[in-house]
C-alpha cells in the first residue's frame, strides 16, 4: 500500500511525484462523496481540525470545512480579528495555545511566507498551508493538478501558460512547482514588475507578451490582479492591465483548439478574464472549485486518517 | 604591580609582525616589550599571565555595535553588551545611537559614558545620531555631543534621504572632526523587503530587497564625500558593487573608509532558506558571488574593517513571522572566530586581521588602542587561534541570543581581555568547553 509520510502539508516542493500522484488519486476515489445524497463517510470521527485564517477567505475557508464535515471531523474556526491576537498576544503564543487544546491539524492561512513553517517546527498537530503570504498555495496547486489531470487525462507533457502577477502569487509559485515536477511544461507571462528575478531558475519559460504566452498551449491559467497593489505602483491601473494582460476570447483562440481555461478566483470580471471567457465553453473554473473539496479531503485523509507511518518526515 | 605576559606571540599590526615577544604592564601601560627569554626576573609583586601558545593582541575595537541602552534594557544593556564585548576579546565599543531615544543630544551621550563608566568593562564610545530623533530632518548638535564624548555621527538604521541635509552634515562633520558613518539604503527601493532580492527569495516566496537599493547609497555617499572631502565611513558594506564602488573612490583619493561584518562573509541568502529569523538582517544576507566580493574587498584592504553590527533581539522581536521579525543578529561573541577563519583560509595574515579587528576602526575613529608598543595604555587579549569548539546558547554573555552560530563548529577564541592593564576577565576551568 502507498504510505503518505508526512507530518505537514506545507508546500509542493516536500511531495514527491508518487505523494501527488496518491493525493490526487485519494482525491479521486472520495470525491464521490460530494456527490452522494449523504454526504458524509465516518472516516475522521473523533479528529479535531482547527481552521485559523489569519487572512480573510470564502473559497478556501468554506472548501475546507466542506471536506472535514464530510469526513466527519470536528472543525473549529478562528480568525485573526477573534483570536488574542488583536489584545497583543504573538501569533507563535496563539498557536501553542491552540496546540495545547490537542487538535490533529490546524489549516493556516496567513499573510507572511513562512508563517505555517514556523508553526510546523513548534507543534505536533498536522499543519495544511492554506496559503502563506506571496510564497505557496499547494492545496489550490493540487486541486489544479486534480482538474488539469481529469480534462486532459494526464498532466506529462503538456503546455501550460500562466498569466499575471507572478511575483506575488502564491498560486502561481505552488502551480510552477507542481506542474513542472509532474512533467508540464510551463511558461510564465506578465508585465515585467510582476515578474520575480530568477524565476527561470524554477524550470519555467517567460514570455512577458501573453500572445505569445498562450500560443498552442492546453492549459491558461489566469490569477486574479490584487487590486491593492496599484497603490504599490506595479502597474498603472486595470485599464491598461485589462487591454495588454486581460484574457480575452481572441487571445484564448491563440491556444491549441482543446484549452482549458482556469482562474483560482476570485475573479476580477472584465480586467485578467472577460466574462465570456470566465463563463464560455473553455472555462473548468467552477469544476476547480467542485474539485478543491476532494482534494482537501483526500489532504485529511492521508495527514490524519490513521495510514500515516510513524516514520515521519 | 608589574605584570609579565609570558610566552605568547605578539601580533603587532601597526608593524604589520607576529613575532615572539614578551610584555611588561606597569601602571596601567605597556612599559616594555621584549624578546622571548630576555626578561627571567621573578619576584614579589610579579603576576605572571601565561601566554604559551597564544596570540597577544591589541584589544579588538568594535565600531559598529547596538547596547540598547537606554529604551530597550530587556534586550542588552551596556553593562551586558560591554560584557558579551570584554568576553569576545573587544576593549573598545562604538556603539550606534538608535536607543530610545536616540542618543541625538549631549545628555543621552552623558548617560550611556555613565553607565559604561558603572559597568567598568570596555571602553564604549558612543555615536551621535546625525538629525534629531533620527527623523531625517533636524541636524542634531554635532559639536556639544562630541564635547560629551561622541567619536562619529551616523543615521544607524537609515539613511539621510535628503542629499542636501546629508551634504550639510558632512561638510559640518568635518568642522568638528567627526568621522560620519553611512548605513546605505534607498528606502524606497528597499521598502517592503525581507530579504536580498533574487533566485532564492523568488524561490521561498520572500518579498526581496535588491543590491541597488545599498549601492545606490553607497554611491551618493562617495558622491557627497567628494564634493564635501569629508571623511566617510560606509557600514556594513555587503553587495559586490557596493565593493567596487569603493575601490574606484579609493583608486580616486577620496576619503572613503568601509566596513563588513562577519556575516556578510561567512553567510548567504540560502541561509534564510526555512525562514530563519535569527538570519533576517540589513542588509540581507546577499548571494555567494557576494560574499566572494567581500572577502576579495577585505583581502585587497578595500574593506578596512571588520565590524560585527552586533544588534541584540529578544525571543519578542524574533520568534516571528519572518516578514515581522525585527533585522540584526548578535556579532561580539563570533567576530573573532569567524574572522580566525578567513586566516586559516589564507585570505590574510594574523597582523591584517588584527589591522581590521583593532587598528583600522581606532585610526577611523581617532579614538586610542588598535597597536602594542610601549607607553601605550595595556588594552590587549589574549588569543587561543586553535582550539576548536561548538557554540552553544548559554556560552553567550549577550542578554539575547540571536545568533545563527549557535551549534556551530567554531575555531579560535578569546582567553583573556586586558584593559588598561586591569584583567577584566579571563576563561576560567568552569567556562572551558568540553568537546
Sequence with gaps: MREFNHKDLLGMGQLSIEDIELILDTAGSLKIISSRDIKKVPTLRGKSVVHFFYEPSTRTKTSFEVAAKQLSADTVGLSASMSSIVKGETFIDTVRNIQAMNPDLIVLRHSSSGAPHLVAKQISASVINAGDGINEHPTQALLDLFTIREHKGRIRGLKVAIIGDISHSRVARSNIIGLTKMGAEVTVSGPPTMMPPGIDALGVKVRPDPQEAVKGKDVIMVLRIQLERQSKRIFPGVREYAEFFGLSTRLVELARKDVIVMHPGPINRGVEIDSDVADGPYSVILNQVSNGVAVRMALLYLLIGGTRSDNLD | ?435
Design chain 2, 1 to 435: 604591580m608589574t605584570i609579565w605576559i609570558k610566552g605568547g606571540e605578539l601580533v603587532d599590526p601597526v608593524r604589520g609582525v607576529v613575532e615572539e615577544s614578551d610584555i611588561m604592564v606597569e601602571r596601567g601601560k605597556i612599559s616594555k616589550i621584549l624578546p622571548r627569554g630576555a626578561f627571567l626576573e621573578a619576584g614579589p609583586g610579579l603576576k605572571i599571565i601565561d601566554a604559551s601558545g597564544k596570540h597577544v593582541v591589541p584589544g579588538l575595537v568594535d565600531m559598529h555595535v547596538h547596547l540598547r541602552e537606554p529604551g530597550e534594557e530587556y534586550k542588552e544593556t551596556i553593562a551586558t553588551g560591554a560584557k558579551a564585548g570584554v568576553v569576545g576579546g573587544f576593549t573598545s565599543l562604538a556603539c550606534m545611537p538608535n536607543t530610545i531615544p536616540p542618543n541625538d543630544c549631549s545628555s543621552v551621550t552623558e548617560f550611556i559614558l555613565s553607565q559604561a563608566q558603572k559597568a567598568g568593562l570596555a571602553r564604549v564610545y558612543p555615536i551621535g545620531a546625525i538629525t534629531v530623533d533620527q527623523a531625517g530632518e533636524v541636524l542634531t548638535e554635532f559639536g556639544d555631543m562630541k564635547k560629551a564624548g561622541v567619536v562619529g555621527v551616523s543615521e544607524d538604521g537609515y539613511s539621510v534621504a535628503d542629499s542636501k541635509l546629508m551634504r550639510s552634515a558632512m561638510e559640518y562633520a568635518r568642522f568638528h572632526d567627526l568621522t560620519v558613518i553611512c548605513h546605505c539604503e534607498d528606502m524606497h527601493l528597499s521598502a517592503g523587503g525581507t530579504m536580498h532580492e533574487g533566485v532564492v527569495s523568488t524561490r521561498i516566496g520572500l518579498p526581496g530587497i535588491p543590491a541597488a537599493s545599498e549601492e545606490i547609497m553607497v554611491y551618493r555617499e562617495i558622491a557627497l564625500a567628494r564634493l564635501t572631502r569629508t571623511p566617510v565611513h560606509i557600514a556594513h558594506v555587503s553587495t559586490e558593487e557596493s565593493v567596487n564602488l569603493i575601490r574606484r573612490a579609493r583608486e580616486e583619493g577620496l576619503p572613503v573608509t568601509a566596513e563588513t561584518t562577519p556575516h556578510y562573509f561567512h553567510l548567504d541568502h540560502n541561509a534564510v532558506i526555512g525562514y530563519d529569523t535569527r538570519c533576517k538582517v540589513n542588509p540581507p544576507l546577499r548571494t555567494p558571488a557576494d560574499v566572494e566580493a567581500v572577502k576579495r574587498g577585505l583581502s585587497e584592504g578595500v574593506i578596512d574593517v571588520i565590524a560585527t553590527d552586533h544588534a541584540p533581539h529578544s525571543p519578542m522581536e524574533k520568534d516571528l513571522e519572518f516578514d515581522r521579525a525585527a533585522c540584526g543578529m548578535i556579532g561580539l561573541e563570533t567576530a573573532l572566530p569567524l574572522t580566525l577563519a578567513l586566516v586559516k583560509e589564507g585570505l590574510f595574515g594574523m597582523a591584517e586581521a588584527l589591522r581590521k579587528l583593532s587598528y583600522n576602526p581606532s585610526r577611523i575613529l581617532g579614538i586610542p588602542g588598535g597597536g602594542l608598543s610601549t607607553g601605550s595604555p595595556a588594552d590587549l587579549s589574549v588569543i587561543d587561534a586553535d582550539t576548536e569548539y561548538t557554540m552553544k546558547e548559554e556560552d553567550f554573555h549577550s542578554k539575547s541570543k540571536n545568533s545563527p552560530f549557535i551549534g556551530v563548529v567554531l575555531r579560535g577564541r578569546n582567553d583573556l581581555t586586558m584593559i588598561g592593564g586591569k584583567v577584566v576577565w579571563q576563561r576560567d576551568s568552569t567556562h572551558i568547553d568540553r568537546r
